[in-house]
Nanobody, 114 residues
Framework: VQLQASGGGLVQAGGSLRLSCQASGIDFSNSHLGWYRQPPGKEREYVAS???????IYVESVKGRFTASRENAKNTTYLQMNSLKPEDTAVYFC?????????WGQGTLVTVSS
C-alpha cells in the first residue's frame, strides 16, 4: 500500500497550492481518503477527508479555503488550498480515512510565508 502526496512548495500568504496524492495497493474507489498535516514541532493532525461517494469533510480551520476532491480513474485525490495562511505551514500527508498505520509516505512540505 502506498499513498504519496506531492505538490507542496513555498507560497506567500494568500496564495494557493494544489496537492495531489497517488495511491496504489488499495481499493481506491471504495476507500474514504484523508488529508493530514504535521506542523513544525507538532503532532500530525487531520485536515480533510473525502468519502468514497465524493463527499468532502473539513476541519473548521480550513473550511471555505481548502477543497478536497478525487479522481477514481487515476487513483488520485487532490487538495486545493486557497487563501493560505502561515499557520498552514506543515508537511501534508494523504492516507485513508481513518488512516492505515504504517502507510504514511514522506509527505509534501507546504511553507506559507507572511
Amino acid at each position: 500500500v502506498q499513498l504519496q502526496a506531492s505538490g507542496g512548495g513555498l507560497v506567500q500568504a494568500g496564495g494557493s497550492l494544489r496537492l495531489s496524492c497517488q495511491a496504489s495497493g488499495i481499493d481506491f474507489s471504495n476507500s474514504h481518503l484523508g488529508w493530514y498535516r504535521q506542523p513544525p514541532g507538532k503532532e500530525r493532525e487531520y485536515v480533510a477527508s473525502i468519502t468514497r461517494g465524493g463527499y468532502p469533510i473539513y476541519v473548521e480551520s480550513v473550511k471555505g479555503r481548502f477543497t478536497a476532491s478525487r479522481e477514481n480513474a487515476k487513483n488520485t485525490t487532490y487538495l486545493q488550498m486557497n487563501s493560505l495562511k502561515p499557520e498552514d505551514t506543515a508537511v501534508y500527508f494523504c492516507n485513508t480515512s481513518p488512516p492505515l498505520s504504517g502507510t504514511w509516505g514522506q509527505g509534501t512540505l507546504v511553507t506559507v510565508s507572511s
